[in-house]
């Protein structure tokens, strides 16, 4: 397959960290596999062209792959009228998904879009009626869907063990270089909640089956205003989780930033606990139970289960649920488009547009509520 990637940034090649990213690398893998034959990069200039030029150098050393890679220099240039895709990453930050996932769907091409789905219901709701309207396959990056931890604690609820949940708490904070150098030319159009908790929104969601209706958040300002950037230090947020057989439902309660020490020993620390009827689940998702110190790089703790250069034979495999994620996507359109399914008979686990519509729902409630000073606001049905 040809694949069109819109953007060039952290999670594409590793721009403004020590290492290549998920995306590409992931596309390499894919065409080790025989799932990718061509690869085109869309960045914003010269330079981004230039840096993507050097990672998949990088990244074919490591794999011994051959991913063959093209690049332009601005992201209209991937739209020529003769260029032909079977499918695209949006790769973008937040405020631009709308528009570029919506280019890609009017060329009939099946898309992939980088969480959080968009900033707003109205733009997600647009997106699923050109998607489905189209029969493409439209899918979200919910990485957490396909992490193994998170899959066995889906098994135990699915399976009445826990019983009634009471409540959910998760923590999720980053390094402060995300804000401040990776993303600072758009950071002031997002926050932490809506670019990284919508993780565990959608997560809590795919866990229970459970929809959030209700939502309240305050949030914290003032170590990164004061270094010129103009968005919250963390968003601390209540949402209520209900479902129609359940009049009960649970509240989760979300504490979130992105003003970590540089030096913490792991880009994002995270964790959640779940506290049922029957039982308790405590999930710590940074300490997997590898650290790594060495005499330059000092004291890590590595997470080998979300993206990573795995030993394999005499080689390497890139593998883990992050590059699950971009696999799976592969996977259903090359079986869309052999006939062997339909876009709507793609498994129940997928992180569709459809199915992104409750966590961008509460983005949009939380946000409201933040703006209005902590006051509760409604989660739109999108049922």
């Known amino acids: 397959m040809n694949v069109l990637v819109i953007g060039g940034g952290m999670y594409v090649a590793g721009r403004g960290t020590s290492d290549y990213g998920t995306v590409l690398p992931a596309l390499a893998q894919a065409s080790k596999q025989g799932l990718v034959e061509r690869v085109t990069v869309a960045v914003r200039s010269r330079e981004n062209a230039a840096q993507i030029a050097e990672a998949i150098i990088a990244i074919d050393r490591r794999l011994e ?9 601005t992201l209209e240039a991937a739209f020529a009228p003769d260029a032909s895709y079977d499918c695209a990453i949006v790769c973008l930050p937040d405020h631009a998904h709308h528009e570029w996932a919506s ?19 109205g733009e997600a709701r647009a997106l699923v009626a050109l998607q489905e309207s189209q029969a493409l396959v439209g899918e979200v990056e919910l990485h957490k869907r396909f992490d193994e931890a998170n899959l066995v ?40 909640f ?15 089956g459970y929809l959030p209706r209700r939502a309240l958040a305050v949030g ?19 949402l209520e989780y209900r479902r129609p057989d359940d009049t009960h439902g649970f509240v989760a309660t979300f504490d979130a930033s992105w003003i970590d020490p540089d030096n913490s020993t792991a880009m994002s620390d995270q964790r959640f606990t779940i506290v049922a009827e029957h039982g308790r689940v405590d999930c710590d998702q940074k300490h997997r139970g ?30 883990g649920y992050g590059a699950t994620s971009i696999l799976r996507f592969l996977e259903d359109v090359r079986s869309v488009r052999a006939g062997e399914r339909a876009w709507r008979e793609l498994p129940s686990g997928r992180a569709t547009f459809r199915d ?11 946000n409201a509520s933040l703006a209005a ?10 049922t």
């Open 103 to 121: 280019r890609v769907l009017s060329r009939g091409v099946h898309c992939l879009v980088v969480k959080p789905f968009t900033p707003t219901l």
């Open 356 to 366: 992104a519509l409750p966590s961008t729902a509460a983005v949009e409630a939380v």
């Open 373 to 382: 000073g902590g006051s509760w606001r409604d989660v739109d049905d999108c």
């Open 153 to 192: 604690v889906r098994r135990a609820i699915r399976e009445g063990r826990l019983g009634r949940i009471a409540y959910v708490s998760v923590a999720y904070s980053q390094r402060r270089q995300i804000p401040l150098r990776v993303f600072r030319s758009w950071t002031s159009r997002t926050n932490i």
């Open 290 to 319: 590898v650290e790594l110190v060495t005499q330059d790089d000092g004291a890590r703790s590595v997470n080998p289960y979300f993206s990573e250069y795995l030993a394999e034979d005499d080689g390497l495999r890139f593998a």
């Open 194 to 208: 809506q670019y990284l908790a919508v993780h565990y929104v959608d997560l809590i969601y795919f866990l229970t």
């Open 220 to 238: 914290t300002r003032g170590i990164l205003s004061d270094q010129g950037v103009d968005t919250y230090d963390s968003v601390h947020a209540l």
């Open 65 to 73: 792959s051959r991913l063959r890679i093209e690049t332009t220099n």
